[in-house]
Every structure is written in structure tokens, then in C-alpha cells.
């Protein structure tokens, strides 16, 4: 069973900075990628920020000029840096891996969610 745990959000004043953690764990294989994505209430899903195996990286353009991905690949988790942060940036932030738990089976897992609050 593959888990993912994330942590760091909270609540912050306008211009504040928070960083998201994302671990992965349990029977994997080999992880493809990860990404951020976001909810606001009565919202869409929205896809926040993206890296992938290659070390390819993709922001969303509101964020992209603040917000930094990264990862650490030997303890399996991946981070989001958020400098600026805005009113707007307020929702519940979820983490995806695309990963592998064998050789020749491949699946995206989803974490718990972790809730951002940006106060005017």
C-alpha cells in the first residue's frame, strides 16, 4: 500500500512564505513524477506545479514567478516552496505521484491535502 503524507500548510498573512512537504512511502518501485495541485472552495482542481523524473519542471502562471518545485529523490518527496503568498492562494493543496509499485505496474496515488490560508 502506497501513502502520501503532506504537511506545512497553515495560516499565513499576505506576503508570508510557507513550504509544502510531500512524502511518498510504502511498496514503491520507481516514482515518474509528482505535482501540486489546489482546490479553493467551489473551485476546479488546478494544477499548482510539476516535476518529473527528468528533472523537468512546470508552474501554473499565477504561481510561477513565486512558487519553486523541487525534490529529493532518496527520501521520495518533493516540495513547494511558496514566497508571496497572495489571498487568492488560499485552498486545500493535494499532492499526486505517478509512480510504479513493480515493473509492469503504473498508478497515480493522491495525499490527504493539506489546507493554505493567506489573511489580507
Known amino acids: 500500500q502506497v501513502q502520501l503524507v503532506e504537511s506545512g500548510g497553515g495560516l499565513v498573512q499576505a506576503g508570508g512564505s510557507l513550504r509544502l512537504s510531500c512524502e511518498a512511502s510504502g511498496n514503491i518501485f520507481k516514482i515518474n513524477a509528482m505535482t501540486w495541485y489546489r482546490q479553493a472552495p467551489g473551485e476546479q482542481l488546478e494544477l499548482v506545479a510539476s516535476?518529473?523524473?527528468?528533472?523537468?519542471?512546470k508552474y501554473e502562471n499565477s504561481v510561477k514567478d513565486r512558487f519553486t518545485i523541487s525534490r529529493d529523490n532518496a527520501k521520495n518527496t518533493v516540495y513547494l516552496q511558496m514566497n508571496s503568498l497572495k489571498p487568492d492562494d488560499t485552498a486545500v493543496y493535494y499532492c499526486n505521484a505517478d509512480l510504479q509499485v513493480s515493473a509492469h505496474s503504473r498508478y497515480g496515488y493522491w495525499g490527504q491535502g493539506t489546507q493554505v490560508t493567506v489573511s489580507s
Open positions: 516535476f518529473t523524473r527528468g528533472g523537468s519542471t
